[in-house]
């Protein structure tokens, strides 16, 4: 019995590890399309275009238009697209060993 869930802790285990690893990627992934820099600076690509996405994805704006349930729900999705972008760029080292660490610990669902 208890060797079923020990087998059952590390399957679960095992595929929190594989979400962070998934996590620590994508973080990577993300950088090198958005947050590529020449020193300190972005590039002047990188920033047109995340200029260019803040815009279109509303994430200065508010998402609603009166009267108009499908049209807010349309830019939300679009600042949904914003803040997962952000999310990755902003992901601190820090903040992706805490998420380690809550895996360990069985806290991530």
Known sequence: MALGH???FRVVLV???ERLEVAARGRAHYRDVFDRRVGEERTA???VVLADLARFCHAADT???VGDSH???QL???RQVWLRIQGFLCM???QLARLNEQALRGEIE
């Open 6 to 8: 020990l087998q059952r």
């Open 45 to 47: 690509s990188c920033a």
């Open 92 to 94: 601190t080292d820090e």
């Open 76 to 78: 939300e999705g679009r």
């Open 71 to 73: 049209g807010s729900a």
């Open 63 to 65: 998402t609603h238009v």
């Open 15 to 17: 595929a929190l590890r």
